[in-house]
């Protein structure tokens, strides 16, 4: 597992066995693909936008940190019921508002432990000396989405009120 800091801030995943092996096995929905890239969302990109200089990813625009002291795989608790987020009227790109808005569906695995892994995020924050600038974020796992699985075009204010 590490975390990356390419816009977001995300805990990849994909590597992390316990962690792939809690998420159900679970049918689509019609019209919905899998994202590829399992992460967890730590903070996001609008959020981070403020910290660019003190972030300064690496050449390849990923910024990873071994997470030796950060016991995510034994903190993450995943819950056993799918959620959908719905957003109808979804900016297609929020600094071009004249290309309008489309709608989005994520699946989404909501995290248990909000609060012990709010406080792992203002751990890290802490370590790179910045304010965690979304002390209120609503963790999640995103499983699929209607955009062919792409990251990038899943709902990204997924909040309590969607489980």
Not at 3 to 21: C, D, P, Q, T, W
Request: proline share 7%; charged share 25%.
């Amino acid at each position: 597992m590490e975390l990356e800091y390419n816009y977001a801030m995300i805990l990849n995943l994909n590597g992390s066995f316990s962690v792939r092996n809690s998420i159900p096995e679970i049918e689509l929905p019609e019209g919905f693909d899998r994202i590829e890239k399992i992460h967890l969302t730590l903070i996001g990109g609008q959020a981070l936008k403020q910290f660019e200089e003190e972030l300064k990813p690496q050449a390849d625009g990923t910024w990873p940190i071994e997470l030796l002291f950060l016991p995510f795989h034994e903190l993450l608790e995943l819950a056993d019921d799918v959620s959908i987020a719905e957003r109808e009227d979804y900016p297609v790109d929020e600094e071009n508002p004249e290309l309008g808005v489309e709608s989005r569906k994520t699946l989404f695995l909501p995290i248990l432990n909000q609060e012990e892994v709010r406080e792992m995020v203002n751990g890290i924050c802490e370590v790179l000396g910045i304010t965690n600038p979304e002390p209120d974020r609503f963790f999640h796992v995103s499983l699929a989405n209607i955009h062919g699985g792409n990251p990038w075009k899943s709902v990204g204010d997924i909040c309590e009120s969607d489980v």
